[in-house]
């Protein structure tokens, strides 16, 4: 069965520059949470999207946004990029928001040099 | 503050050695707690979702239950294969977002 795709797998960056993280829910999936994981931390809540729309925000910098786009795949973008930023992004799928399965992609991990 | 809290933070077992998991809430308006398994480098998969105190659900070697201010994961007879990192989460009020604890290593020896 398909899965949530995340990708890239891995990026390495240097302090300042930018990112985009790209999440492809599973078919028919319209709702995509995007999370971040420290090392040895817990997956944090960043943003959520339901039909394309924002639909919940959590402790999401200004220097990143997101957006889910008409295919329902959705986009991680990170600007003025800093050493704390070195995690583990996944990105969650669902049928609808109030789903109990929430399926995490392998998440990508960036380091920031 | 609501919460989500779990212990012990590290959990190592002999092989067959039964043992339980803990995750204690204190949000208000819950509307499910769930537990996902997470092996390294891997995201989180969905185990169990419980959402009212005395129900409990079964998968495998797995027992999860619920009261009202905390869930215990119950490990029967655990295999090697159990080794991984379990994480408690949990859904609330208006929002439809999952708040996870800091989850609990598990390492189970042969």
């Known amino acids: 069965a398909a899965g949530v795709i995340q990708s890239p797998r891995h990026l390495i960056k240097e302090k300042r520059e930018t990112a985009t993280l790209k999440c492809y829910p599973i078919?028919?999936?319209?709702?995509v949470y995007w999370y971040q994981q420290g090392p040895g931390q817990d997956p944090q809540f960043l943003i959520s999207?339901?039909?394309?729309?924002?639909?919940d925000k959590g402790s999401i910098p200004d220097r990143f946004s997101a957006q889910q786009f008409s295919d329902y795949h959705s986009e991680l973008n990170m600007s003025s990029l800093e050493l704390g930023d070195s995690a583990l992004y996944f990105c969650?799928?669902?049928?609808?928001?109030?789903?109990?399965?929430?399926?995490f992609g392998s998440g990508t991990q960036l380091s920031v040099l | 503050e609501d919460q989500v809290t779990q212990s012990p933070e590290a959990l190592r077992l002999q092989e067959g050695e039964s043992s339980s998991l803990n995750c204690s809430y204190t949000v208000s308006g819950l509307r499910g707690l769930f537990w996902y398994r997470q092996d390294p480098g891997k995201g989180p998969e969905f185990l169990f979702t419980?959402?009212?105190a005395g129900e409990e659900k079964e998968k495998e070697r797995l027992k999860a239950t619920l009261t009202k201010k905390e869930s215990f994961l119950h490990i029967t007879a655990p295999k090697p294969e159990d080794s991984a990192t379990y994480l408690c989460a949990v859904r609330w009020g208006n929002t439809d977002k999952l708040i996870f604890g800091t989850g609990t290593r598990l390492q189970v020896f042969p």
């Open positions: 999207f339901y039909e394309k729309m924002q639909s």
């Open positions: 419980l959402y009212s």
């Open positions: 969650a799928s669902s049928n609808g928001q109030l789903n109990e399965k929430l399926f």
């Open positions: 078919p028919r999936h319209d709702t």
